[in-house]
Every structure is written in structure tokens, then in C-alpha cells.
């Protein structure tokens, strides 16, 4: 079975600094999918990034990068120029590669961000 | 496009009691999922769908019954609430190739008294 570990329950950050979330994995799987998503107060869930293990490259997504070390079992999310609206909980998310289809997705515990005027 | 709704939004119940939580999509997407998040867990999968008629257990089934006679629903039962029961679920689906991302319902915080 997959697991998902978040060791930083919360964090916080000024404003327009940079802040990086943890996250380490435990699987036995080689092709496998890895996401954070994030929670705001609305409680709706939004993707924020999403990388695919057999890709060397780290994933961007604008203010957002991800540090993604296979062999590590780490995949830890870079957000710069922290905004107020990054204000949410994030979490980190692991889904094997099946052919079939889509699989379920195994979430660790979450980091609440705090991002600071 | 209405995308993925749930409804409730808001349940109180008393203990004991059936009731159950709907979802539905508009995008024909064929996977569907239950997660519940409670604080300290994370999100945690009841139950997922691959089609209409299949259905499979998750992580934490127990005291959850699910269907899917139709694509774009999948109501989520609990035949007998319990306390342990209260907390915030979450309806996601998703297409069967490609990026396998999941798309999120806004969620239903269910109480049970």
C-alpha cells in the first residue's frame, strides 16, 4: 500500500517570499502520478500541480514548481512570491499508473499555509 | 457547464438514520469517487466507480453503500449514521486515460447528533 507523508502540519509566509512544502512517499510502484492540490476556506479542491514519475523534468505551473526526487521518494512544492490568496491547506497526493484507467488517489494529511500581509 | 455538484451542502442528521448524499457530473467522465476528510486524515476514499454497475470499496467502506445506475450519478448511502460518520465528503470523477486528473466537488459537510 501507498502512503503519504506531510511532516509540516503549518507553515506561514510573507507575503512575495518563497515557501517550500514537504511531502516523501512510500511505494513500491515505478509508474505512478503525484499531485498537490489545494484547499482553501471554500473547502473546494483545486489542482495545483501534477507530475508524472517517469519524467525527469519538475514540473511549473507559473508561481509554482515542484522538486521531484524518484529515488528520494520526495516531491516537495515551491511556491514563490507567496500571495494572500495562497492562504489554504495543501495537500500532497500519490495515484499509480494503471493502463486501465484512473486510480484512487492516496492524499497525506495536509500543510495549512499561512501567507502573512 | 455545471460541472461536478454535490447535495446537500449541509446535513444534519441524528443517529440512526439513513441518508444519503448525492453527486452528480455533466462531463460523462467514467470514473467516480467517495473520499471523507476528517481533520488529522486527510482526504480518504470510500468508494470509486469505473462505470455504470461497478463499484469498488476504498479505504473506509464500513457503514457506506454506493450505486451508479446512471454515468453521471453517484449517491453515497449510510444505511444507519453513526457519530464517527460526521465529517466532510467529497465526489470527484474523472475521464479513464489521459491526465487522470480528478475533478472535485464543492463538497458536503454532513453532522450527525
Known amino acids: 500500500a501507498q502512503t503519504v507523508t506531510q511532516s509540516q502540519p503549518e507553515m506561514s509566509v510573507q507575503e512575495a517570499e518563497t515557501v517550500t512544502l514537504s511531502c516523501t512517499y512510500d511505494?513500491?510502484?515505478?509508474?505512478?502520478?503525484l499531485f498537490w492540490y489545494k484547499q482553501p476556506p471554500s473547502r473546494q479542491m483545486i489542482l495545483v500541480i501534477r507530475?508524472?514519475?517517469?519524467?525527469?523534468q519538475n514540473a511549473t505551473e507559473n508561481r509554482f514548481s515542484v522538486n521531484f526526487q524518484k529515488a528520494a521518494k520526495s516531491f516537495s512544492l515551491k511556491i514563490s512570491d507567496s500571495q494572500l490568496g495562497d492562504t489554504a491547506m495543501y495537500f500532497c497526493?500519490?495515484?499509480?499508473?494503471?493502463?486501465?484507467?484512473?486510480?484512487?488517489?492516496?492524499f497525506g494529511k495536509g500543510t495549512k499555509l499561512t501567507v502573512n500581509p | 457547464d455545471a460541472g461536478i455538484t454535490q447535495s446537500p451542502r449541509y446535513k444534519i442528521t441524528e443517529t440512526g438514520r439513513q441518508v444519503t448524499l448525492m453527486c452528480h457530473q455533466t462531463?460523462?467522465?467514467?470514473?467516480m469517487f467517495w473520499y471523507r476528510q476528517d481533520l488529522g486524515h486527510g482526504l480518504r476514499l470510500i468508494y470509486y466507480?469505473?462505470?455504470?454497475?461497478?463499484?469498488d470499496k476504498g479505504e473506509v467502506p464500513d457503514g457506506y453503500v454506493v450505486s451508479r445506475s446512471k454515468t453521471e450519478n453517484f449517491p453515497l448511502t449510510l444505511e444507519s449514521a453513526t457519530r464517527s460518520q460526521t465529517s466532510v465528503y467529497f465526489c470527484?470523477?474523472?475521464?479513464?486515460?489521459?491526465?487522470?486528473?480528478?475533478?472535485f466537488g464543492p463538497g458536503t459537510r454532513l453532522t450527525v447528533t
Open positions: 462531463w460523462s467522465h467514467s470514473y
Open positions: 511505494t513500491s510502484e515505478n509508474n505512478y502520478y
Open positions: 497526493a500519490f495515484m499509480k499508473f494503471t493502463q486501465g484507467g484512473s486510480e484512487k488517489l492516496v
Open positions: 466507480s469505473a462505470a455504470a454497475d461497478i463499484t
Open positions: 507530475q508524472e514519475a517517469y519524467k525527469q
Open positions: 470527484a470523477s474523472s475521464v479513464s486515460a489521459g491526465t487522470f486528473r480528478q475533478y
